[in-house]
């Protein structure tokens, strides 16, 4: 497609369930990042891809969280057990990058975003 | 601390006034900064980004940085009311990952 795709674009779920989230990068497009964005606040960085290499996850707030994808192409994040602090946008960005040249363009592509409401 | 830091606003400038938007950054690791535009409900978009220090001028807007000082800003001149929207400064360190500030919301008076 011409753009990041994120699937659901709105989620409402139980406290306690689990819940998958979609993402498919441009074409191409090497690296991928998920974002969590709470009402009003900044971007928070949850988990970035970079080709094989293995992923840093070290923005992913608790075990509750995995993500996982496949070569360079669809990502999804899981998040298990939900709590009602899960509530968020759940932003996907995906980024052009072909080698270390473009280091100091990192320019992210961002998908609409899944809604998640805990209830 | 957080890794970026942005003047909290929200800001409100008349239309036709220069926006100005401030961000500080903790890493000095830090090579390169971008500018996002965030509309209510919608997903940020890249309207610039600079790595040398200096200014960086792309039509109404005019980035600066200072690695000294750990400083990136943004100018907006003869603000228009669709530039309207939060603003989100993003530093990037050797490991490639950004780091956002939490926004500036900026609202241009008619």
């Known amino acids: 497609g011409a753009g990041v795709s994120q699937s659901p674009s709105n989620k409402v779920t139980e406290k306690g369930k689990d819940v998958e989230l979609r993402c498919d990068p441009i074409s191409g497009h090497t690296a991928l990042y998920w974002y969590r964005q709470r009402l009003g606040q900044g971007l928070e960085f949850l988990i970035y891809?970079?080709?094989?290499?293995?992923?840093?996850k070290s923005g992913l707030p608790s075990d509750r969280f995995s993500a996982e994808r496949t070569g360079e192409s669809v990502s999804t994040l899981t998040i298990q057990r939900t709590q009602q602090e899960d509530s968020a946008v759940y932003l996907c960005?995906?980024?052009?990058?072909?080698?270390?040249?473009?280091?100091?363009?990192?320019?992210?592509?961002f998908g609409s975003g899944t809604q998640l409401s805990v209830l | 601390q957080k890794e970026v830091e942005q003047n909290s606003g929200p800001l409100s400038v008349p239309e036709g006034a220069i926006a100005s938007l401030n961000c500080t950054y903790s890493d000095r690791g830090s090579q390169s900064f971008f500018w996002y535009r965030q509309y209510s409900g919608k997903s940020p978009e890249l309207i610039m980004f600079?790595?040398?220090?200096g200014d960086k001028e792309d039509g109404r807007f005019t980035a600066q940085l200072n690695k000294a000082s750990q400083y990136v800003s943004l100018l907006i001149r003869d603000s228009q009311p669709s530039d309207s929207a939060t603003y989100l400064c993003?530093?990037?360190?050797?490991?490639?990952?950004?780091?956002f500030g939490a926004g500036t919301t900026v609202t241009v008076r008619a």
């Open positions: 993003a530093g990037q360190t050797n490991d490639y990952k950004l780091s």
């Open positions: 960005a995906s980024s052009p990058r072909t080698g270390e040249a473009s280091i100091v363009n990192e320019k992210l592509f």
């Open positions: 600079i790595y040398s220090n």
């Open positions: 891809f970079q080709g094989n290499s293995a992923p840093d």
